[in-house]
């Protein structure tokens, strides 16, 4: 068989491909709006998580050379197309259950397809040249000041300004199933959320670890199985990864506001 006639056969399989992810595409705005209907959001974790499993699971039983990363990437691209169909498709910084995401649910609502992400760079990113749809990035704490780092990058970029909220910071102190007080030797957050619990944090003796995220801090907690350790953050981020909230409303000043932008293209 000759390179044109190969090159056919790819044309033929690349036509059969791009039928199908028009089909699983048709099939996820479906889900999409049975979410909608039923207030659900449209991120599902532990879903993608199978999805990933099983199509490395398939891969290996039909004796396909890619590796596991290859194909978690390529699927990765499809689940976050479908996704974008599924509801609209928001990316913040920081983790499930990060303030950023609390603001995104109060500008959109619960059915939003969430595209958490580590960096306020990742953010832009995403926005500008991957497909999402908005970015929710924080501009100002009542009691910090402006983000600078926000602001630089605005002026770097190209996306405008199309909305704008204000979250209430109440901040939890959150560990496992069995932790107290009296178990805690170190906390892990944001610098931020460390700094703005200085009072509470004085009287608890432990250790604080500044991490990039506050739910990112309870998440690791909960990966890790650190028995002493507890994290500052918001109630939805122990009720997402299934933690114990020790501790509620331990800012040192209720009146901790942060204002975030919601940026397009």
Known sequence: MNLEELRKQIDDVDARIIGLIGERIRIAEEI?????????????REREKKVLENVRRIAREK????????????????ISAC?????VSVAFQGEEGAYS????????GMSIASRPRETLEEVFKMVEEE????GVIPVENSLEGSISRAYDLMLESNLRVCGETEVRV???LIAGPNAGLDTVKKVYSHP?????????????????????DTA?????IKEQGLMDSAAIASARAAEIYGMKIIAREIEDNPNNFTRFFVLAK
């Open 32 to 44: 999409g709006r049975g979410k909608r209907k039923k207030g659900r959001s449209v991120e599902d």
């Open 83 to 87: 996704k974008n169909k599924e509801g």
């Open 63 to 78: 004796g396909i050379e890619i590796s596991g990363e290859e194909l978690e990437n390529i699927y990765e691209r499809i």
């Open 131 to 134: 497909g999402v749809q908005f």
């Open 170 to 172: 109440i901040h939890c």
């Open 101 to 108: 995401e609390e603001a995104a649910f109060q500008i959109f």
């Open 192 to 212: 931020q959320a460390l700094a703005q619990c200085r009072n509470f944090l004085k009287h608890l003796n432990a250790t604080l670890i500044p991490s990039y």
């Open 216 to 220: 990112g801090s309870v998440k690791m």
